[in-house]
């Protein structure tokens, strides 16, 4: 007679040791956390882009600084870009008002968009370090996991007089399962961490870039 073991995945999770069964646990809290922020780090990602796209349209067209620097400042949707230039053409429009010199006006506005700008890189880069932990951590989560449960599978093995694979493929189908866990956490963590790292460059750059030719049309109207 051929006794049937059930190596389905919910049967091996509940025959599972203690142990585990809480690093399979952690590893699905850390995977159901790594794709919440994957889906809002995606978002963020493709308004600030988007947020971009726009505003460099509306800056370059050549109206008013001034009349623009009124749209952006009450508007309360935007970001990256509209804030940079809010904060430098305020602290400008300040500082001229002041009667100051133009060098000093001008340190004063970039000094503004500096600060404006290490707000917003820090905003998009928010929960990045997690995903990175997520994806360099769960393999070796999992890897404990299986050691774990490797070793007992064998410590049950102890007392019996000659071990057959049917004893033996159950218990280290269990451990295996932390392992599988382990990556499936990681390896969406990590490309995406790659991936959104990339984008966050790309809009550093362009942030950067908009810093420098606005500062050099504050110059020439200084």
Known sequence: ???HTDLSFLALVKQASFIVQAVMLLLAVLSLWSWWQIFLKLFQ???AARDTEAFE???WKGGDLAELYQKTSQSRTGAGLEHIFTAGFREYSKHRRQGS???VTLDAARRAMRAAYQREIDALEAHLSGLASVGSVSPYVGLFG???GIMNAFR???NVAQATLAQVAPGIAEALVAT???LF???PAVVAYNRYTHDVDRLATRYETFIEEFSNILQRQG
Do not use: E, N
Request: glycine fraction near 8%.
């Open 156 to 158: 049950g093995l102890a």
């Open 1 to 3: 007679m051929t006794l």
């Open 146 to 148: 299986t050691v774990w």
């Open 101 to 103: 010199a133009s060098a």
């Open 45 to 47: 990602l493709k308004r």
């Open 57 to 59: 349209d509306a800056f």
């Open 180 to 182: 599988a866990m382990g």
């Open 185 to 187: 956490a990681a390896i």
